[in-house]
Every structure is written in structure tokens, then in C-alpha cells.
């Protein structure tokens, strides 16, 4: 599988897909939307919405999801086997507070 998922470099959403990506020991690339204004636009362009995390497999574009979605997608398309493992992170759970703000404080440059 080719899997890119786009995602925040620390949120709840986030950390639940790449704990989905660890649970089924699947290789993925990690697109940090944060810290790269690029990853975030090409994102939006191939979701076509702002929101994360977006995580596309094959070609498929799974837009604004919670590992616990990414999971179910995966078992429902047969691209991945049953596991009783457990995640080692909360699959469905947001951004904490403090951390939607730290964010929201960062500078961006655009120029």
C-alpha cells in the first residue's frame, strides 16, 4: 500500500492514525501540516477541505478522519487483517486545548 497521511505534528487526531499505522505495522509518510505551508495546501487541494487528519491510501483520499476511521476503512477494503492488538494511543480522541493553542500561536511566513 501506498499511504500518505497528513497530519499535525501533535494532536489527538493525529497521534490516533499513526497508532492505527503502528498497530498494523504499515509503512506511511508523515506529512507534517504544521511546519510546512505546502504540505497544508496540497492537502486542501487534494481533499478539498482545510480540516486534518487527511490520510490518502492508494490514491483514496480519506478526508478529516480518526485513526479509529482509517482502521475501519482498512478492515472494511480488505487491506488489512482483524488484530486484537491494542493501540498504544487513543484512536478517536482530539487536539487537547493546550494543544490546538500552541499551534495557533505559531508564525507562518508566507514570504
Not at 476503512?73 to 486545548?97: F, I, W
Amino acid at each position: 500500500m501506498n499511504i500518505r497521511a497528513y497530519l499535525k505534528p501533535d494532536c489527538g487526531w493525529s497521534r490516533g492514525v499513526r497508532a492505527i499505522m503502528r498497530k498494523y505495522d504499515l509503512a506511511f509518510e508523515d506529512v507534517d501540516i504544521v511546519n510546512h505551508r505546502a504540505h497544508y495546501e496540497e492537502m486542501v487541494r487534494k481533499s478539498g477541505q482545510p480540516l486534518s487528519p487527511c490520510v490518502e491510501i492508494d490514491g483514496i483520499m480519506l478526508a478529516d478522519v480518526s485513526g479509529e476511521e482509517v482502521e475501519n476503512y482498512l478492515l472494511a477494503n480488505d487491506l488489512v487483517k482483524p488484530s486484537d492488538a491494542q493501540t498504544d494511543e487513543p484512536t478517536n480522541a482530539g487536539c487537547a486545548d493546550g494543544e490546538t493553542a500552541k499551534m495557533a500561536t505559531k508564525t507562518t511566513r508566507f514570504f
